[in-house]
């Protein structure tokens, strides 16, 4: 049961708070309490251990792959989150005794997850304890532990037992070799292992202080270094307990040139400097960290409903720790650092739904996203070459190479004992086309011209000669086609002409013909460079041919954009109950897949998310259509799709289902449903709630870069307030029901747009709302 009104004070609107334990719904709070920093993740699995926990420690960028028929992933880490305690001679769970008071909340301000327990056990005593962690984001290899226990009823003898226990897997795969073990000064424990398959070497080190505490004995077993500590309390007295840990790994930048023997040397000297600080030394450097992250992002709003607030901030917390903004050689998985869904991989989420808020908030990250792909390049284009293609194809899914990461085949069909084609990494192409998109709306957001004379017009440019080479001539209608695709909408498979893949293919050629000629004009130096690379003269009349020619679906009569070329002409059904669901995909219960395909069910936003990304193209009255239309044939069995929805839903002026998709967005993994996050966080739903506050809610939108506000808040919320950086500018902009205040922090003038009437912005601008929304 998680509470959203536990916060008071200076914490108000900033705590998660878990009203008590479920050991048959774990994998939930694991997740959505998972702590991390960009370079690491913890998953929050409770210090003693249970039936049905998953422990997780990720790395970012530190793939394996653990046989030759599996596709590489995230490995996970030995653990350092186990202890097992004993309170006179009694081990502490809460599978026996009595569990009087129980909360485990997440600070979200902070950064930090404590854990608060009265508990009397089979004998009789009671005991207070309260379970502390953080992972620092003042240092990203440290994670620290404080254990505080209160004997009540008696005086007590404590045992702690913990260390750093490598046995850990990947739901069965063991991703490391054994590896030293070892303890230092009888105090520092260290443990080395290595990857089976991509040999990086991760080493990490613990050590633990505490009052009245004896001399501890460690142990050593296989995969397995521990100590056992043992305690004094007396009656109503407190035992305070730490525990300091770090990892490093081989892969790490600062870890470039060092043998193994140097790591482990490094390492442990970080650790002893930082256990000179203790617990709550580090804590204080990290919060430091923490608010100046939130004086850059935080949102204020006013809403009748209490968790508004708190989930934008749940979801620019998890945006926050689970991006490697300190390497772009690594991008954000589908499930961030937060559990194994996915294995870690990288797909469109991070630039149609993630990106959006690093380039309105911390223009840096957002560049080094980017990099990431443009690092990853040349595993496109090795793809394109695979399967045929020019230019650059990008992976569906993809780690640390860039190459095609998506496994062939899924799970076995316990009805028919045959494994499931997945086609996604054959068939869904509209990702280079997102790539592309997403490189210039960061562009058009923060001027970088450096990025896109270095890297950002390459990638364009062969995003739009992969789709040069993917059209298909069609003689008889005169025109270029895209056939045999998956569109957004995995329901619908081997379909030609996706609307959404086809007009966003036709954007980036069209785009790359514009700066074809912008640059022959303006800088011919760069273009005669990228020329000598790319060949672009001789693409240039494919690219303007291509641009002309290519088929673009147009509304049928009763104003509905199709799909794709069969959809409308497919038969209905009821999807009423699998819109109600907990359970994702239930229509594969009373359906087949083969079955679905040739039915009017949407998984997910197809059409509606081309109305997101171009919908400036389309009339409002076209879009309204084709929301309605196609909403009430969407299952929503993707958590990416009712932000999408409601994003659409907010710039059409429907408040009514945009603030209702905030909601259903928002509960993804903040709500009550106990299954829902398991394998970890939904990455894509994090970006996907911001955007619905600041895009929708906020009306923030750029014309080919000219900023927009069109605000339209939900009847429930009196205010909003937010910051973006707009072209190296930093924006304040608070927004009432009778008023928009934009504020700049200098006066460079500026236009910018509010609800359609232009103005030139200074260093503030107030625009009054009329009743009718004209001002």
């Known amino acids: 049961m998680l509470i959203y009104d536990k916060g008071i004070g200076e914490y108000k609107d900033w705590i998660l708070c878990e009203g008590q334990f479920d050991s048959k719904h774990q994998g939930k709070c694991e997740s959505i309490m998972t702590l991390g920093n960009g370079y690491l993740g913890l998953r929050a699995a409770l210090e003693e251990s249970y039936v049905g ?3 997780n420690l990720f790395v970012a960028g530190t793939f394996n792959r653990f046989h030759p028929d599996e596709v590489t992933e995230l490995p996970n880490a030995a653990d350092i ?21 129980y909360s485990r909340y997440l600070n979200l301000k902070e950064g930090e997850l404590v854990r608060d327990i009265l508990w009397r056990s089979p004998k009789g005593e009671t005991f207070r304890l309260q379970f502390r962690r953080f992972v620092s984001l003042e240092d990203l290899h440290t994670i620290a532990f404080k254990i505080e226990i209160v004997p009540l009823t008696c005086d007590a003898h404590i045992t702690i037992k913990t260390g750093i226990d490598g046995r850990m897997t990947n739901s069965g795969s063991q991703h490391f070799r054994e590896g030293d073990k070892q303890v230092y000064d009888r105090n520092y424990m260290q443990l080395v292992q290595t990857t089976t398959e991509s040999d990086i070497d991760f080493v990490l080190n613990s050590c633990c202080l505490g009052s009245m505490m004896e001399e501890a004995e460690f142990g050593v077993e296989r995969r397995r270094i521990y100590g056992t500590y043992e305690l004094y309390g007396q009656k109503d007295s407190k035992v305070c307990f730490e525990k300091l840990a770090n990892i490093f790994t081989s892969r790490d930048k600062e870890s470039s040139g060092k043998d193994i023997e140097d790591l482990k040397t490094s390492s442990l000297k970080h650790l002893q400097k930082a256990s000179k600080l203790g617990y ?20 204020e709003l006013d809403s009748e409903n209490h968790e508004d607030l708190l989930a934008v901030r749940f979801a620019q917390y998890h945006l926050l720790i689970m991006t490697p903004i300190h390497d772009c050689r690594y991008n954000i998985g589908a499930k961030g650092l937060s559990g194994e869904g996915y294995k870690g991989h990288v797909f469109w989420d991070t630039e149609i739904f993630m990106l959006p808020y690093f380039q309105y908030n911390m223009p840096q990250a957002a560049r080094q996203l980017l990099l990431y792909r443009y690092n990853t390049l040349d595993g496109a284009r090795n793809k394109a070459v695979k399967f045929g293609y020019k230019g650059a194809m990008y992976p569906w899914e993809t780690a640390f190479s860039g190459e095609e990461e998506t496994p062939e085949w899924a799970a076995l069909n316990i009805m028919t004992g ?12 509209h990702i280079t086309a997102d790539i592309a998109y997403a490189v210039w709306q960061y562009y058009l957001t923060t001027n970088d011209v450096d990025f896109m004379e270095r890297y950002g017009y390459e990638m364009i440019f062969e995003c739009a000669w992969f789709w040069c080479s993917r059209v298909y001539w069609n003689a008889e209608r005169d025109r270029f086609e895209i056939r045999d695709v998956i569109g957004p909408d995995e329901y619908t498979e081997h379909i030609d002409n996706n609307a959404y893949t086809n007009y966003m293919a036709h954007y980036v050629v069209s785009l790359a ?5 912008e640059l022959q004009g303006k800088n011919k130096a760069l273009l005669h460079e990228l020329n000598m690379r790319l060949d672009l003269s001789n693409r240039y009349e494919t690219y303007r041919l291509v641009s002309r020619k290519l088929y673009l679906p147009a509304p049928n009569a009763e104003g509905i954009l199709p799909q794709d070329d069969t959809f409308l002409s497919k038969g209905e059904i009821d999807i009423s109950k699998y819109r109600t669901n907990n359970l994702k995909q239930s229509i594969l219960l009373d359906y087949s897949r083969s079955q679905v395909i040739d039915l009017q069910v949407l998984k997910q936003a197809d059409v509606v998310m081309l109305f997101h990304t171009l919908r400036k193209l389309f009339d409002i009255d076209i879009i309204k259509k084709g929301w309605s239309y196609y909403e009430s044939r969407t299952i929503h069995d993707s958590s990416l799709s009712c932000a999408v929805h409601g994003l659409v839903a907010a710039y059409s002026g429907n408040k009514e289902a945009a603030y209702s998709f905030f909601k259903e967005a928002s509960m993804i993994d903040m709500g009550q449903n106990p299954i829902s996050s398991n394998a970890g966080i ?14 929708g809610f906020g009306g923030v939108y750029h014309d080919e870069g000219v900023l927009e506000l069109n605000p339209m808040l939900p009847d429930v919320w009196s205010k909003l307030s937010f910051n973006i950086i707009w ?6 902009i608070e927004i009432t029901k009778n008023e928009t205040i934009v504020s700049a922090d200098r006066a460079t003038p500026c236009k910018i747009r509010v609800r359609g009437k232009e103005y030139e912005l200074g260093n503030k601008l107030i625009v009054k709302h009329e009743v009718d929304g004209n001002e």
């Open 280 to 299: 709550n030394g580090l804590f204080a450097a990290s919060k430091v960290k923490w608010a100046d992250y939130w004086s850059e992002v935080n949102i």
């Open 53 to 55: 926990q998953t422990r």
């Open 81 to 101: 989150a186990e202890f097992q305690i004993h309170l006179n001679s009694e081990p502490f769970t809460l599978d026996c005794g009595d569990v009087l008071e």
């Open 418 to 429: 045959k494994p499931t084609r997945v086609w996604a990494g054959l068939k869904e192409h």
């Open 513 to 517: 013909l514009s700066i074809y000629e």
């Open 727 to 732: 072209q190296s500018k930093k924006l304040h």
């Open 682 to 695: 939904h990455a894509a739903s994090m970006g996907g709630i911001w955007m619905m506050v600041v895009l």
